[in-house]
């Protein structure tokens, strides 16, 4: 069967490869400790799961409106004023089957064929991808540790074009942990408004933030507030990956149009997980602090243990549950080729699954997730500086 140059086109995931890898090693009885993970290592909270039960023992389980439920578009609504002062009309908001979804829909909604989306790297494996799906054409601007991961305007300006639609910017960032502070939030909003470029602001890991603040972009006034289009959901700051609810809000023609082509697409997002969403946003938020404070810790207790690997070059994140450090020189210092190279051999040999930086962009780089136990996290450090030794000695 002939399939479509559209799904030809799209670029395999490192991410799954790795983890099939791993899951593989697991089932043949080995000891694998998996650092790829992008969700936390939490079960979602009590009263959420209840909300969900309670729904579902009620007759809750019927279609809903294809934007969502208009008691979700409040919670949402009183989130975004009570988080960010921002305020969203009902009409300005969309409830997606996740954040993912959300993106999707968007691009579906704003890219004619040739339209240019400029992605800054490192970036999710997801952007370019979702981007070449709607007939766009993602333009990249490369960041690295000297810009501590974070576009300027002057890079801005390198790449924009008469065909420039959009810009992504995703603060707290995957796979960086890097956060935009207010200023430089402020410069890409004054680039943005002048050349009317929309904004895509991706906040899904808003709550994740261990020095500083998170700020949308959205919020730093009116003009900037036109242009952007916030992304959030309940999957990373309420630990709720699997139940599927992620939002959109900006410009209610926008919306609507995200709206209709959910209606024929998936319809609504799943109705017992948008009554546990309400309880997520509406309900007690002190799982929020509990978890943003097992995170910080484990990252003090992570990072310096991984600085004393050979070689290892790392800035220490401020958001999100990653370390992406660069190991070029680890690279070098263990004989091997590449990062891709080391990832592999890691996981053959010293049984330690991480993401390599190709898949977002940056091939010196590779991507640590903490989002598990400080006693897995502390083995797999120790198994990366053993792996590493032991080949410098070779």
């Known amino acids: 069967m002939e399939l479509s140059q559209r799904v030809q086109k799209l670029t395999p995931s490192s991410t799954l490869a790795i983890t099939a890898k791993a899951n593989e090693l697991k089932a043949a009885g080995q000891n694998v400790i998996g650092l790829a993970a992008g969700e936390p290592d939490f079960n979602t909270p009590e009263n959420i799961i209840q909300a969900a039960f309670k729904a579902v023992e ?40 996740g954040a993912k979804h959300a993106l999707y829909n968007l691009f579906q909604s704003i890219l004619d064929e040739g339209d240019e989306v400029i992605i800054p790297i490192p970036f ?22 000297s810009t501590a991961f974070k576009v300027t305007t002057d890079k801005l300006d390198g790449v924009l074009s008469e065909k420039t639609k959009a810009i992504i910017l995703n603060t707290p960032s995957n796979p960086t942990g890097a956060i ?44 900037i507030k036109k242009l952007t289009v916030i992304i ?28 209709d082509l959910a209606s024929h697409s998936t319809s609504n ?21 509990e978890m943003n404070k097992t995170f910080k810790s484990r990252l003090d207790t992570i990072y310096p243990q991984l600085m004393e690997i050979p070689g290892i070059e790392c800035i220490k994140p401020k958001g999100a549950f990653y370390l992406y450090p660069n190991v070029k020189e680890t690279v070098r210092l263990c004989g091997l080729d590449s990062a891709d190279e080391f990832v592999e051999q890691l996981l053959e040999t010293s049984l330690v699954a991480v993401v390599p930086g190709s898949s977002f962009g940056s091939p010196d780089n590779i ?5 598990t136990d400080l006693d897995s996290m502390t083995e797999a450090i120790r198994r990366i500086k053993q792996f590493v030794e032991e080949r410098m000695e070779k």
């Open 367 to 371: 991507r640590l997730s903490y989002a």
């Open 269 to 289: 997002p799943t109705t017992p997980s948008q009554w546990a969403a309400i309880e997520a946003y509406d309900g007690d938020q002190t799982f929020l602090r």
């Open 124 to 145: 999710w494996v997801s952007y370019p991808e979702q981007v070449k799906l709607a007939g766009g054409e993602p333009v990249y601007v490369t960041t690295d540790e």
């Open 232 to 259: 959030n959901g309940v999957s990373k700051s309420h630990s709720m990956t699997g139940w599927r609810i992620g939002y959109a809000a900006g410009d209610r023609q926008l919306i609507k149009a995200m709206t």
């Open 180 to 223: 935009y502070s207010k200023e430089e939030l402020q410069a890409v909003a004054d680039w943005a408004v002048k050349n009317q470029i929309i904004v895509v602001s991706d906040e899904i890991y808003e709550t994740l933030v261990y020095d500083g603040e998170h700020i949308s972009i959205a919020a730093l006034g009116e003009d």
């Open 58 to 97: 009620a007759g809750k389980t019927k279609y809903t409106p294809a934007g969502g439920l208009p008691k979700l578009k409040e919670a949402i609504q009183e989130k975004l004023e009570r988080d960010e002062g921002l305020r969203y009309e009902l009409n300005e908001i969309m409830v997606a089957s």
